[in-house]
């Protein structure tokens, strides 16, 4: 099998954790003196990629430019590229917020961040809308984690990254941003408040509630799947279910007869158009831009998700609702069975197979969700 290749964003918030040391409760309120200790942060984050070094050749590593990243990724002989630049007096919250989202946007698999609460806070406003469903992981050095985005440790950290470039199960889900008022915190008084959310990987535990024996009962994934996606669906958005049983199962959960070869069409909640081409999606995603989603699923053993039976999702139509509206649908078992080896694109644009290459979100049950490499190459 080929090395599965993991495009990976790294920012880091030099001055995350001096305040605890000295009982500051915190990182916000640093003077100058205090900025000149040694940096927790660094030593933590390089627990994290000291043990990566030996598949430097599967990373392609964007980095914050200096003290926030590229410095450190220098000093460990580990091969990236820089993006962006500090402001004025460097790394603050404003430099962290931007170098975010110009990291996001350069189309990355995974944004490691290294921080505490103040510095989660700084991505999801960096990210914002536009790239919230861009995977992060954070690695704890801050004073303050009460958010649930960061991995238990460094070396924690270092596994999930290890298992996404074995191709494993990792699962990925909605975890909250929280944050303390320090000077209340300073006063005794513990007021944690809700920032937003970051979509976070984390080791796959096979664990289903739908399972018998220790496998997965499909019917009753399935009616899982269902009932998750029926309850995203927004009636001003256009969802293309694509063939096979695992998307016909968000029709079974509508109580509408479908198409279990060909795609068929949603608008919200109501089937607008049943067994349709690919000249009425592309039209549709004309009218209808940014508003129109594929719900497909790999085939069984195979692995390919695009170009096998459905080359109805033409290369116009895949470039207009790119991979943010990709909604990839498959049981674990379905995923297990692939022995590690990533689902295959083939749009007949190798282009595009390239640009659809990375790591994907794939619903596997109710708010249950793994992420798993694409591969568009050979």
């Not at 590229?81 to 919250?93: I, M, S, T």
């Not at 919230?132 to 270092?158: D, W, Y």
């Not at 889900?173 to 000077?183: G, K, N």
């Not at 089937?271 to 989603?293: F, K, N, T, W």
Request: net charge negative; with cysteine.
């Amino acid at each position: 099998m080929a090395a599965q290749t993991l495009r990976l964003g790294f920012l880091l918030n030099p001055y995350a954790g001096l305040g605890g040391p000295l009982g500051l409760k915190g990182s916000d309120k640093l003077n100058a003196e205090h900025k000149t200790a040694p940096s927790r942060a660094r030593e933590r984050a390089k627990r994290t990629l000291q043990p990566l070094l030996a598949r430097a050749g599967q990373l392609q590593l964007s980095s914050a430019p200096g003290p926030m990243g590229s410095d450190l990724l220098k000093q460990l002989g580990l091969p990236h590229r820089v993006l962006g630049k500090l402001g004025p007096g460097a790394c603050h919250a404003e430099d962290s917020e931007r170098l975010a989202a110009e990291l996001a946007a350069s189309g990355i698999d995974l944004l490691v961040f290294v921080g505490g609460d103040g510095t989660a806070r700084n991505i999801v406003n960096g990210l914002g809308e536009t790239f919230a469903r861009q995977a992060c992981l954070g690695i704890p050095a801050g004073v303050k984690m009460h958010s649930a985005v960061f991995a238990i440790n460094p070396e924690a950290a270092t596994g999930v990254i290890e298992l996404l470039l074995d191709s494993g199960l990792v699962d990925i889900a909605s975890q909250e941003v929280r944050d303390i008022d320090e000077d209340k915190f300073r006063q005794g008084v513990v007021r944690s408040k809700y920032y937003g959310e970051l979509q976070v990987p984390a080791l796959g535990q096979f664990v289903q509630t739908t399972k018998n024996s220790g496998r997965e009962v499909e019917e009753l994934v399935l009616a899982d799947i269902g009932a998750y996606i029926v309850e995203r669906l927004e009636d001003d958005f256009y969802y293309f279910i694509g063939p096979g049983s695992t998307p016909k199962c968000v029709l079974d959960e509508l109580g509408i007869e479908g198409t279990l070869l060909g795609f068929d069409v949603l608008q919200g909640q109501q089937l607008i158009a049943r067994d349709v081409s690919a000249e009425y999606l592309e039209r549709l995603c004309q009218q209808q831009p940014g508003h129109c989603i594929a719900i497909i699923t790999p085939i069984a053993g195979q692995g390919h998700l695009i170009g096998r039976g459905n080359q109805q999702l033409s290369p116009a139509v895949l470039k207009a609702t790119g991979r943010q509206n990709l909604w990839v649908v498959a049981s674990k078992t379905k995923i297990t069975e692939l022995k590690q080896r990533p689902l295959l694109v083939d749009s007949n644009d190798p282009d595009l197979d390239r640009q659809l290459s990375g790591f994907i979100q794939v619903i596997t049950g109710y708010q249950d969700q793994i992420y798993y490499p694409i591969s568009g190459g050979a």
